[in-house]
């Protein structure tokens, strides 16, 4: 019974220190959330934080489009670089599937290299846990996260942890989105979507200094059209 007992103290310590670092962390990205941190670095704090709380070696985060027939990577750890940014196709796989059910998406396949890492040479089975982004029945991103090799045991704490950070993920997403729309409205005319005056004395100024440091030399024309 002692020796028993002595084996359960350590596991029951690892635990208490793990559940401690998860409401560190957590507490942690909340106060970024609620401050006015740039949106870029907070969506890699609530991923690294993410893969690290869950031991995973890899993970994404990212936007579906409106139709939910492109998905567009933010951000990601173990994933190819010159996809972020980039639409990638949702007519079937993964992210299909979380699209479409909206619900968490557990397996074990070669997508993820297939996919996200195409410089593999050989596609390896990977461990995936796709949890969807949405604040009501709209899924509108995913937050994933990769074990590779295939082995690990994917557990509910895992599932928990990924949902949990996927709500902060969801309104830095939120955030961001409305950052982007508040610049495209401040340098593009309403009506017709063609750049304003703002955004010309913008250029203007940004040549103008150029010019002064001597890195380009132009003229500038005015055409009264009225």
Not at 31 to 41: G, H, I, K, M, R
Not at 134 to 148: D, E, H, S
Not at 161 to 170: H, T
Request: hydrophobic residues 40%; aromatic residues 8%; neutral net charge.
């Amino acid at each position: 019974a002692t020796r028993n007992a002595r084996r359960r103290i350590p596991i029951r310590s690892q635990t208490q220190d793990r559940l401690l670092r998860r409401d560190r962390q957590y507490r942690a990205t909340t106060n970024l959330l609620v401050s006015n941190s740039d949106v870029n670095e907070l969506m890699k704090t609530v991923l690294g934080n993410a893969v690290e709380l869950v031991e995973a070696t890899g993970g994404f985060i990212g936007l579906y489009d409106k139709d939910g027939q492109e998905f567009v990577l933010h951000d990601g750890i173990g994933v190819s670089p010159n996809l972020f940014g980039s639409g990638l196709v949702c007519q079937d796989g993964p992210l299909h599937k979380v699209y479409e059910s909206g619900e968490i998406y557990q397996a074990a396949d070669v997508w993820w290299e297939s996919v996200l890492e195409p410089e593999a040479e050989k596609p390896v089975l990977t461990s995936m846990l796709l949890v969807p982004l949405k604040p009501g029945r709209q899924v509108k991103g995913v937050l994933a996260a990769a074990w590779k090799p295939a082995g690990k045991v994917i557990i509910q704490e895992d599932a928990e942890i990924l949902r949990q950070f996927s709500d902060l993920a969801f309104f830095a997403m939120d955030r961001l989105q409305a950052q982007v729309k508040i610049q495209h409205m401040a340098y593009y005319d309403v009506l017709t979507e063609l750049p304003n005056r703002a955004q010309l004395n913008q250029k203007i100024g940004q040549e103008l200094e150029r010019a002064r440091s001597g890195k380009s030399a132009g003229i500038l024309l005015f055409i009264d059209i009225d």
